[in-house]
C-alpha cells in the first residue's frame, strides 16, 4: 500500500512563528505536492515538485516555500506564520501519467494564533 | 482559466442512487478524477476517465462527456459510509498538476 506521512496532525503556532510541516512518501514517486483546504474552497495547491529540488508554485504561493532534498521528502515552509494561514495542510505523491492518481497523507491541522 | 463547478451539497437515502455532476470550463485536460473525502480523513481516489464514457468500478460509475464539458459520478445502493465529500479533479494538458473542483457534500439517511 502508498503511505503518505505528515509530521503532524495537529500544530499550533503563534503569528510571526516559522513553521515546518514534512511529508514522507514510500511509493518512489517523482511528484509531491502541498494543498491547503479551507471549508468551501475545496483543495487549492500551494507548490509542487516534480523531481529532487525541482518546485514549481501552485495557485496560492504566497507566503509559503518549499524544498525537496530527498525524492521522498517534501517539506512547506511559513516563513512567517499568520493568522489567515489557519487551515487544513495535505500532502500528496503521484500524479502518475495515465491515471493521475494522487495519494493523499492524514493531513496537518494547522491553527495560527 | 480554469474552473470546475459542483453542487455544494446533495442529500439521499440508504439504497438509493444519486448522481453528483461535475462541469467545467477548461481549455483541454487529460482526463477528468473523483475522490472521496470522509470527515476528518485524507481525500482518496475513486475514479479516472480518460475517455468518454462510463467507468464502472463496483457500486461506483463515473462518466464523462468532453463535448458537453460535464461528467458525473454515480453511486448505487448507497450506504451510510458513502457519507463523505466527493471531489471531481482535472489535469491540465501540459501540467502535472490537478484542479480541484470545491466539492459535493453527501449526506446518506436511513
Known amino acids: 500500500d502508498v503511505k503518505v506521512t505528515q509530521s503532524s496532525r495537529y500544530l499550533v503556532k503563534r503569528t510571526g512563528e516559522k513553521v515546518f510541516l514534512e511529508c514522507v512518501q514510500d511509493?518512489?514517486?517523482?511528484?509531491m505536492f502541498w494543498y491547503r483546504q479551507d471549508p468551501g474552497l475545496g483543495l487549492r495547491l500551494i507548490y509542487f515538485s516534480y523531481d529532487v529540488k525541482m518546485k514549481e508554485k501552485g495557485d496560492i504561493p504566497e507566503g509559503y516555500s518549499v524544498s525537496r532534498e530527498k525524492k521522498e521528502r517534501f517539506s512547506l515552509i511559513l516563513e512567517s506564520a499568520s493568522t489567515n494561514q489557519t487551515s487544513m495542510y495535505l500532502c500528496a505523491s503521484g500524479g502518475l501519467a495515465g491515471t493521475d492518481t494522487q495519494y493523499f497523507g492524514p493531513g496537518t491541522r494547522l491553527t495560527v494564533l | 482559466g480554469q474552473s470546475l463547478e459542483q453542487p455544494s451539497e446533495v442529500t439521499a437515502v440508504e439504497g438509493a442512487i444519486v448522481q453528483i455532476n461535475c462541469t467545467y470550463q477548461?481549455?483541454?485536460?487529460?482526463?477528468l478524477s473523483w475522490y472521496q473525502q470522509h470527515d476528518g480523513g485524507a481525500p482518496t481516489f475513486l475514479s479516472y476517465?480518460?475517455?468518454?464514457g462510463l467507468e464502472e468500478t463496483g457500486r461506483f460509475s463515473s462518466f464523462l462527456s468532453r463535448s458537453d464539458s460535464y461528467g458525473y459520478l454515480l453511486l448505487q445502493e448507497l450506504q451510510m459510509k458513502d457519507s463523505a465529500s466527493y471531489f471531481c479533479a482535472v489535469r491540465l494538458s501540459g501540467f502535472q498538476k490537478l484542479v480541484f473542483g470545491t466539492g459535493t457534500r453527501l449526506l446518506v439517511s436511513p
Open positions: 511509493m518512489d514517486h517523482e511528484n
Open positions: 477548461t481549455s483541454g485536460f487529460y482526463g
Open positions: 476517465n480518460a475517455l468518454d
